[in-house]
Nanobody
C-alpha cells in the first residue's frame, strides 16, 4: 500500500503563497503519477493539478483557474510531490488532497488509487 501524508496548509491572506507537500511511503513513489485535488464542505472534490511519472519527461496538468498561479513538482528521491500556490484567492480556500495513481486520465479523481487525509488551506480576502 502507498501511504500519502499532506502538510503545509494554513491560513494566509489573499495574494499570499503557500507550499503544500505530500510525502509518500510504502511503495516506490516513482511508479505513480500524482495529483492534487481540493474540496469545500458540501461540494465535489475537484481537480487542481497533476504530474506524470518521470519516464521520458514529466508532464503537468492544471485546472484553468489555477493555471499560472500554482506549480506542481515532484522529487522522487524524497518521495514527495509539491504544490506551490501563489497569488492565492479566497476561492482557493478548501481542503487539499494528494493522490497517486497510474496516470492515465489525470483530471479524473476516480483514476487515483491512493489518497491522503488532506490539509486545510484558508485564504482571507
Amino acid at each position: 500500500q502507498l501511504q500519502l501524508v499532506e502538510s503545509g496548509g494554513g491560513f494566509v491572506q489573499a495574494g499570499g503563497s503557500l507550499r503544500l507537500s505530500c510525502q509518500a511511503s510504502g511503495r516506490p513513489f516513482n511508479r505513480y503519477a500524482a495529483g492534487w485535488f481540493r474540496q469545500e464542505p458540501g461540494k465535489e472534490r475537484e481537480f487542481v493539478a497533476a504530474i506524470s511519472r518521470n519516464v521520458v519527461k514529466i508532464t503537468t496538468y492544471y485546472a484553468d483557474d489555477v493555471q499560472d498561479r500554482f506549480t506542481i513538482s515532484r522529487d522522487d528521491t524524497a518521495n514527495t510531490v509539491y504544490l506551490q500556490m501563489n497569488r492565492l484567492k479566497a476561492d482557493d480556500s478548501a481542503r487539499y488532497f494528494c493522490a497517486a495513481g497510474p496516470g492515465v486520465r489525470f483530471r479524473r479523481k476516480d483514476e487515483y488509487n491512493y489518497w491522503g487525509q488532506g490539509t486545510q488551506v484558508t485564504v482571507s480576502s
